[in-house]
């Protein structure tokens, strides 16, 4: 008979991970940091458990998007009274936080369950290239080669 492993809350091990927006595709990230966030790079990944890493993502200014979307892309949402729907368009956000887009497309990408909230307290997203978390990163991913091993 074989067993399915299931891991233990105090078996999982955090990791942090340096990605380099510049120049990077906003979805393409977006997914990347996500994989990390949830840890489905990891051999023993369980859904019902929280095993991912800390990811510092640096350049948020400098993300692209690709085609026409620069100029079209409106992220909207709703207060929930009568006339309160809020619209700002993409450029405008990332003049203004350019943390925040990042922040909304890597939410997205994760599941609405009990752990979303978690996950997103260990996304360090900075506008230029100076962070805090030095000391933790051991290893940093380089440029342009943020690929997820299976």
Do not use: C
Not at 81 to 95: N, Q, R
């Amino acid at each position: 008979m074989i067993k399915t492993y299931q891991p233990k809350a105090k078996e999982i091990k955090r990791g942090w991970h340096l990605i380099n927006a510049d120049g990077e595709i906003l979805g393409r990230l977006g997914t990347k940091a996500a994989i990390f966030l949830m840890g489905k790079h990891k051999p023993t990944y369980s859904a019902h458990l929280d095993s991912g890493d800390f990811v510092v993502i640096v350049n948020a200014e400098k993300i692209e998007l690709t085609g026409k979307k620069k100029e079209q892309k409106i992220y909207r949402r709703h207060s929930g009274y009568p006339g309160g729907l809020k619209e700002i368009k993409f450029a405008k956000l990332i003049k203004e936080r350019p943390t925040r887009v990042l922040e909304l497309a890597i939410s997205g990408m994760l599941p609405d369950n009990k752990l979303k909230a978690d996950r997103m307290a260990r996304l360090k997203v900075f506008a230029g290239e100076k962070h805090p978390y030095a000391s933790n990163l051991k290893s940093e991913i380089p440029e342009k080669d943020t690929k997820v091993q299976n």
